[in-house]
T-cell receptor
């Protein structure tokens, strides 16, 4: 079946612009995660959604970052007033249900370059 | 808070040789342990995980990892590597008693298998 998809695959933007990154999880998966993979910080957790519950935003690095998940499915990560340090690969993952033992299935990522 | 250390950023090895990728973690609470693999131009995939029970866990492609609580390690081994094992390998942990699987990753080890 279809895996996690992310769009765009690459995004180049100018410093100060806003960007939106999209994630389509595997159908039926209720849990959705965003991570960031950057040269300086490695892979770091950003935000977690479970169904229609309030998200866990503990990993968001600043208030310029926000995310939403519509209808318990598609998620959008928004970065406002982008900075060069936001350049990274943004990964989305989904898992079948709430829990600490489920497997997370990762998408291919969106490579964001801020000039 | 947890942290994961992968001391080797790159491990070159010849085909059919054994390999060990090291992973040490730090945590004040019980954790689950994971190894993820990222093949060139592909997304992250779960390779194996330790949740409970036998401390030795195996993957379907011949890798194994052993949880050593006293040494806080979860090293990944394979007795004979193939060219196709060339990839980046990430060790990760997540706290057992949180409401969701918040993965904390190491910085990754690039395994380079040559003929």
């Amino acid at each position: 079946g279809a895996g996690v998809s992310q769009s765009p695959s690459n995004k180049v933007t100018e410093k100060g612009k806003d960007v939106e990154l999209r994630c389509d999880p595997i159908s039926g998966h209720t849990a959705l995660y965003w991570y960031r993979q950057s040269l300086g910080q490695g892979l770091e957790f950003l935000i977690y959604f479970q169904g229609n519950s309030a998200p866990d935003k503990s990993g968001l690095p600043s208030d310029r970052f926000s995310a939403e998940r519509t209808g318990g499915s598609v998620s959008t990560l928004t970065i406002q007033r982008t900075q060069q340090e936001d350049s990274a690969v943004y990964l989305c993952a989904s898992s079948p249900k709430r829990g600490t033992t489920d497997t997370q299935y990762f998408g291919p990522g969106t490579r964001l370059t801020v000039l | 808070a947890q942290s994961v250390t992968q001391l080797d950023s790159q491990v070159p090895v010849f085909e059919e040789a054994p390999v060990e990728l090291r992973c040490n973690y730090s945590s004040s609470v019980s954790v689950y342990l994971f190894w993820y693999v990222q093949y060139p131009n592909q997304g992250l995939q779960l390779l194996l995980k330790y949740l409970s029970g036998s401390t030795l866990v195996e993957s379907i492609n011949g890798f194994e990892a052993e949880f050593n609580k006293s040494q806080t390690s979860f090293h990944l081994r394979k007795p004979s590597v193939h060219i196709s094992d060339t990839a980046e390998y990430f060790c990760a942990v997540s706290e057992v008693n949180t409401g969701f699987q918040k993965l904390v990753f190491g910085t990754g080890t690039r395994l380079l298998v040559s003929p």
